[in-house]
């Protein structure tokens, strides 16, 4: 089992910035990516950026050059850095982990979620 921590998420002003953290900690074998989900009301979960085991990054097109992912691979954490905020961020943001187990089992693991508001 793999446990994921998240912190970071809150309220700010439309233009601002917020960065969220995720650790990833207990039976970590190897990670294959991490990542960034978001849902806001109303839609369906979405990915928001991943970034994998050897640093490529994808993001997706609502948040390219406002948002930048990146991963300390010795602390097992996934940060998101978010600039230039709008009122559509808005979304409760998950972390995943996608993980191989010794026994080559891959298993996608969730974060509690971190509420993000951005107000007008």
């Known amino acids: 089992q793999v446990q994921l921590v998240e912190s970071g998420g809150g309220l700010v002003q439309a233009g601002g910035s917020l960065r969220l953290s995720c650790v990833a900690s207990?039976?970590?074998?190897?990670?294959?990516?991490m990542g960034w989900y978001r849902q806001a009301p109303g839609k369906e979960r979405e990915l928001v950026a991943r970034?994998?085991?050897?640093?490529?990054?994808y993001y997706a097109d609502s948040v390219k050059g406002r948002f930048t992912i990146s991963r300390d691979n010795a602390k097992n954490t996934v940060y998101l850095q978010m600039n230039s905020l709008k009122p559509e961020d808005t979304a409760v943001y998950y972390c995943n982990v996608r993980h191989s187990s010794y026994y080559g089992a891959v298993y996608d693991y969730w974060g509690q979620g971190t509420q993000v508001t951005v107000s007008s």
């Open positions: 207990g039976n970590i074998f190897r990670i294959i990516a």
């Open positions: 970034i994998t085991s050897d640093g490529s990054t």
